[in-house]
């Protein structure tokens, strides 16, 4: 309620009123009502963020590998020389474009 009567106590005659309702706001100050939906909704996803980054950090993670993924395996130099070949030249030219 204190967000509430922050909001709209720029309003005359509300700043003191405590009982307030939505219709009074919309209809007096509707910029009002705009600007606490998108305080308070954005408070809410700011908490939502919050606790949910709090919860994965506590999470241990596990680096442990048997080193058998694909990106791992051996491969020869006339692989990677064919690779190389089918490659576009990237490097900058005399230009340093």
Do not use: R
């Not at 706001?25 to 908490?47: D, H, M, Q, R, Y």
């Not at 919860?55 to 690779?83: G, I, Q, W």
């Not at 900058?92 to 474009?97: E, L, S, V």
Request: with cysteine; charged share 20%; glycine share 4%.
């Amino acid at each position: 309620m204190d967000l509430v009567l922050s909001l709209v106590s720029p309003v005359s005659g509300y700043a003191s009123d405590p009982y307030i309702t939505v219709w009074q706001l919309a209809f007096n100050c509707p910029s009002a009502v705009s600007e606490i939906t998108s305080k308070w909704t954005g408070t809410l996803k700011i908490k939502h963020f919050q606790n949910n980054k709090t919860a994965k950090e506590k999470a241990v993670l596990d680096f442990a590998s048997d080193n058998t993924e694909p990106y791992n395996k051996s491969f020869l130099m006339s692989e990677l020389k064919a690779a190389l070949k089918k490659s576009n030249e990237t490097a900058a030219g005399p230009d340093g474009i």
